[in-house]
């Protein structure tokens, strides 16, 4: 039997590589539309985010969403963020 390779990402915040399954996902569609993606299965450019309210303050802080996603984030993104990283 062969062993696959777990896919890793990089945090958008902090800079360190995690499991994909560990990380959440925000998503800019073809459209333009920027969106948090769970499941991790919608198209388009993606941005990952640790599971740390901390993480989540250095990206707004430093813009690094907006330029991992090649375009401005709205607050509301942000604020679902942080609403999901609290819930968990």
Do not use: Q, W
């Not at 740390?52 to 430093?62: H, P, R």
């Not at 813009?63 to 942080?82: A, D, G, K, M």
């Amino acid at each position: 039997m062969i062993d696959k390779k777990a896919p890793m990402r990089m945090c958008t915040g902090c800079g360190e590589t995690f499991l994909k399954k560990d990380l959440i996902r925000v998503v800019r569609d073809p459209e333009g539309n920027i969106s948090i993606d769970l499941k991790g299965k919608k198209s388009g450019r993606g941005s990952y985010i640790c599971k740390n309210i901390e993480c989540l303050k250095k990206a707004v802080k430093s813009n690094r969403l907006e330029h991992s996603l090649n375009c401005s984030v709205s607050p509301e993104i942000y604020e679902r963020l942080e609403e999901e990283l609290k819930g968990e």
